[in-house]
T-cell receptor, first 112, second 112 residues
Framework: GENVEQHPSTLSVQEGDSAVIKCTYS??????FPWYKQELGKRPQLIID?????GEKKDQRIAVTLNKTAKHFSLHITETQPEDSAVYFC???????????FGTGTRLQVTL | NAGVMQNPRHLVRRRGQEARLRCSPM?????VYWYRQLPEEGLKFMVY????????ESGMPKERFSAEFPKEGPSILRIQQVVRGDSAAYFC??????????FGSGTRLTVV
């Protein structure tokens, strides 16, 4: 089955700096890669996703890149703000309506 | 659209009791997924259901756990004879045909 590894487990950046979180996946058939943000005690919320026919996708300060050959995908947050502080999870799946396999999460702390 | 509704939000059970967790998917979503999140950990897949069918239960413990999604009414995750190790947040997610999960707010189960 699919296995998703995520690094780093914790990340501290100063406000205004960029943050990068990286994931690798094992199943070359995976074709959908969402990223979720989870604040303390709350539900995971989808912030951006990418499909395997696209190499990069951007939404304001958030971007995701995908390298299918290396089976890597990354989340980039620019101009970080304190409200970006949360746990971020990457995930992977293949096909439609299949289960998502999640990474272990990255705790991002944005300091003033 | 009320989103994915889970209840109860918090559930306390004594060891040996039964826990029943309910999930109503978003309107128009026919796919329901249950995930478990232990404190400070990631989301672990448990089961994927469509109406009246279990599609994938590869993440469900072999004993004490069961799930259903009847033709009418919410999806139910049932845990019999709960033990302290069952204490966790249980999240339900739904999706229409295709990807794009929406998570509910979760049920936080505490076994005392």
């Amino acid at each position: 089955g699919e296995n998703v590894e995520q690094h780093p487990s914790t990340l501290s950046v100063q406000e205004g700096d960029s943050a990068v979180i990286k994931c690798t996946y094992s199943d070359s058939a995976s074709n959908y890669f969402p990223w979720y943000k989870q604040e303390l005690g709350k539900r995971p919320q989808l912030i951006i996703d990418i499909r395997s026919n696209v190499g990069e996708k951007k939404d304001q300060r958030i971007a995701v890149t995908l390298n299918k050959t290396a089976k890597h995908f990354s989340l980039h947050i620019t101009e970080t703000q304190p409200e970006d502080s949360a746990v971020y999870f990457c995930a992977a799946t293949y096909g439609t309506a299949s289960k998502l396999t999640f990474g272990t999460g990255t705790r991002l702390q944005v300091t003033l | 659209n009320a989103g994915v509704m889970q209840n109860p939000r918090h559930l306390v059970r004594r060891r040996g009791q039964e826990a029943r967790l309910r999930c109503s998917p978003m309107k128009g979503h026919s796919h329901v997924y249950w995930y478990r999140q232990l404190p400070e950990e990631g989301l672990k897949f448990m089961v994927y259901l469509q109406k009246e069918n279990i599609i994938d239960e590869s993440g469900m413990p072999k004993e004490r756990f069961s799930a259903e999604f009847p033709k009418e009414g919410p999806s139910i995750l049932r845990i019999q004879q709960v033990v302290r190790g069952d204490s966790a947040a249980y999240f339900c997610a739904s999706s229409p045909e295709g990807n794009g999960y929406t998570f509910g707010s979760g049920t936080r189960l505490t076994v005392v």
